[in-house]
């Protein structure tokens, strides 16, 4: 039985998704607290899409058409701070297969609660935001190992995908994979992001310290 709790008011109301929802002002968060061991999936690529999930803590691994959800190669990897399987706003069926990383803590709100929550339709916000997310499902893959340097582009995956001063659990060998380059490559990489002081790095973990110097790398 996995664990499943209306969450810590206090800490909900902290969070962005709780303040979005006016927790603490007598309002309701439709997304509740769910924790998930490393390697579990939180849906499947093809999926009745029935869920709207908010990571909380660990990271998730987005896979699509892979064929096989245990082997299916990394498209993208989501931490802390980001929601996967928005989808189910406009679509019937979950696009990718997510699964977790590392153990994770994530908020689920069903697919009716978050339409609910996000209001009416028609308005400007929201229109934006179901167009962007169809625009999403023909997502072109991330450019090859010809596009740029190596450091351009893993400084440019660090920029766009971890918050700055968070530390993100992600396996070398799932961003390797997601940047399309060897692992040697992506390690003497960090080791010159680590030099550099714009990251902080163990084995399984990636911490971004300097936001501009990642984003000056990425552009040249």
Not at 73 to 97: K, Q
Not at 119 to 139: F, K, V
């Amino acid at each position: 039985m996995k664990h499943v709790s209306a969450g810590d008011p206090i800490r909900c109301s902290q969070c962005s998704i709780g303040t979005a929802s006016g927790l603490g002002q007598g309002q309701f968060c439709p997304f509740i607290d769910r924790d998930r061991n490393a390697g579990e999936m939180l849906f499947v690529e093809g999926e009745p899409a029935e869920y709207v999930w908010f990571v909380k803590r660990g990271t998730i691994a987005l896979m699509r058409e892979s064929g096989d959800a245990s082997e299916g190669r990394v498209r993208a990897l989501r931490v802390a701070g980001t929601f996967v399987g928005l989808e189910a706003i406009v679509s019937g069926m979950y696009w990718d297969t997510a699964r977790a990383v590392s153990d994770v803590t994530v908020c689920g709100a069903t697919r009716d609660a978050m339409d609910h929550w996000l209001g009416p339709h028609g308005t400007p916000s929201r229109t934006a935001l179901e167009i962007t997310l169809r625009s999403m499902s023909a997502d072109a893959s991330r450019p090859g190992a010809n596009a740029a340097s190596s450091l351009a582009r893993v400084a440019s995956w660090l920029r766009d995908e971890v918050p700055g001063g968070a530390t993100a659990a992600l396996p070398r060998k799932l961003i390797a994979e997601l940047l399309g380059m060897r692992a040697e490559t992506l390690s003497r990489t960090l080791a010159q992001l680590i030099e550099r002081g714009a990251i902080d790095a163990t084995r399984t973990e990636l911490t971004v310290l300097d936001r501009a110097l990642l984003d000056q790398l990425a552009r040249e």
